[in-house]
């Protein structure tokens, strides 16, 4: 029997559409409009579409968006200004700087100097902090997504194994962070370049989250029949978007697959304007 597609589109299209609604609630009660403002530095094509992505996202939600471009060449010290300038600034609720930036900025340093309030990425120390006590002000964006997607779709994850490939801060840690947390009650493991013989361990995988940004790495050996697959990769092979799994051969083994693109991508913009909108309420 062939996966169930698991359709990342009509799910973040379902939580758009509750978080425009909930925004004409609180500009109607408060007269507040929740603000984003993004920083993008460079002129990275991939950057660029995910900055023009979020823009319509927010137009389309009711939300402002504010876009400030900076030239490539930036330093840090005239970056830093500005996030201090966005974190002062009272009528903006969420501050997001676009990854990656250029190699000669301190990435780390940048996304600190955001006030915890307006990271509605949710990179900052503190909040990380939060997510991880179980009581989280904001979720991480990709993560909170996958989680949505395995909640409307019904998939159980008490008692199931959990396998996430990739340990980066901004996917496969507070991914395997969420999984765990009491009322998802997941066994999570986390595979990286270091993990022997990771087809063994993916295919004691009830849940497999792909997350290591090589393309099509999980071939349809390496997942368990029946398991739930979760692609979190975007690559471009060819002129061609592929993401972390072999789709063809793991859909053929798996039960529920996300599909790429069209799965977990778009629900990434949809958590964003979500922890807008919570910021907002906060403020």
Request: aromatic share 2%; charged share 15%; glycine share 8%.
């Amino acid at each position: 029997m062939p996966a169930q597609i698991i359709d990342g589109i009509a799910i973040a299209e379902s939580v758009r559409n509750q978080v425009a609604a909930e925004t004409q609630s609180l500009i109607a009660e408060t007269g507040i409009v929740p603000h984003l403002a993004a920083v993008l530095v460079g002129n990275d094509p991939a950057s660029e579409v995910y900055v023009r992505n979020k823009e319509r996202a927010c137009l389309k939600a009711g939300l402002k968006s504010t876009l400030h471009r900076l030239d490539a060449a930036t330093p840090q010290a005239e970056l830093l200004a500005l996030v201090d300038a966005l974190n002062r600034d009272t009528t903006i609720h969420g501050i997001l700087v676009q990854l990656p930036l250029p190699k000669h900025l301190d990435s780390t340093q940048i996304l600190d100097a955001i006030v915890p309030t307006k990271d509605v990425d949710a990179f900052h120390p503190e909040n990380t902090g939060l997510m991880l006590q179980g009581r989280p002000r904001f979720l991480p964006c990709t993560p909170a997504g996958v989680m949505k997607m395995l909640h409307v779709s019904n998939i159980a994850t008490a008692g199931r194994h959990a396998v996430v490939i990739g340990r980066s801060d901004i996917v496969g840690k507070p991914m395997a962070a969420l999984l765990v947390q009491k009322g998802v009650d997941a066994t999570v493991t986390i595979c990286h370049s270091r993990t022997a013989d990771i087809g063994s361990i993916c295919r004691t995988a009830d849940i497999l989250i792909a997350a290591v940004g090589i393309p099509e790495f999980v071939k349809g050996h390496m997942v368990k029949p029946g398991a739930v697959v979760i692609d979190v990769g975007i690559n471009r092979v060819n002129e061609r978007l592929v993401g972390d799994v072999d789709y063809a051969a793991a859909s053929a083994v798996a039960s529920a697959i996300t599909p790429v693109p069209g799965g977990v991508g778009p629900m990434t913009i949809a958590m964003l304007l979500q922890n807008t909108l919570t910021s907002a309420r906060l403020s």
